[in-house]
Every structure is written in C-alpha cells, then in structure tokens.
C-alpha cells in the first residue's frame, strides 16, 4: 500500500522558516516526480513545488519563488520543502503528492498526480 505521511508544519511568526518532509511507503519513487501543493481555508488547491526524478529540475509557484526549496533524498525516499521568510497567506494545509509524468519535467498540475498525502498544516501569525 503507497503512503506519503507529511511532517513538519507548525505554527511561526512572519519572516520564521520551517522544513517540510514528506516520506514515501510502499513503494520507491526514484523515477517519479514529486510536488507540494496547499489549500487556504476557502480557497482551491494551490501548486506551491514540484521536482523531478533526479532532482536537477524544479519548478515554483510565483508566490514562493526565492523564498521556498524543494529537494529529495533518493535514500530516504523522501521530498522536503523548505519554507523561509514565511509570509500570513503562506497559511494552509501543505500536501506532498507523486507524479509518473513528472519524472522527466516537474508537473504543476493537480490532475498529473497520482498519490497524494493526508497533510500537515502550516499556520504563519504576523
């Protein structure tokens, strides 16, 4: 059975980082890509991250560009996103998914992944 179980989300004060980890079960997803999407209370699902098998393609949000990082560790078979100068509207529900497609090019759309998490919220006070 596939399982990704999400850690690290917590509470901070603006301008605070945290460090996401996103840990794959049941399977390796050497060759999958990997993303990070959130949704705000009231909002849609949003893309936040994504990479791609081997870690030298990544893509970001606008919103998070030069402020968040996504990386993996092949060994750990885990996906993190580390979160600096966080920001009040960075406040959401932070899940991590897998994508077949996005092995090759890190995918930004919802619909491209395949397993997803169950979340880890993130909550930033100002």
């Known amino acids: 059975q596939v399982q990704l179980v999400e850690s690290g989300g917590g509470s901070v004060q603006a301008g605070g980082s945290l460090r996401l980890s996103c840990a794959a079960s049941?399977?390796?997803?050497?060759?999958?890509?990997m993303g990070w999407f959130r949704q705000a209370p009231g909002k849609e699902l949003e893309f936040v991250a994504a990479?791609?098998?081997?870690?030298?393609?990544?893509a970001y949000a606008d919103s998070v560009k030069g402020r968040f990082t996504i990386s993996r560790d092949h060994a750990k078979n885990t996906v993190y996103l580390q979160m600096n100068s966080l920001k009040p509207e960075d406040t959401a529900v932070y899940y991590c998914?897998?994508?077949?497609?996005?092995?090759?090019?890190?995918?930004?759309?919802?619909?491209?992944?395949?397993?997803w998490g169950q979340g880890t919220q993130v909550t930033v006070s100002s």
């Open positions: 998914a897998t994508s077949r497609r996005g092995g090759l090019v890190p995918q930004s759309t919802e619909s491209t992944y395949d397993y």
């Open positions: 990479i791609n098998w081997g870690g030298a393609r990544t």
């Open positions: 049941g399977r390796t997803f050497s060759s999958y890509g």
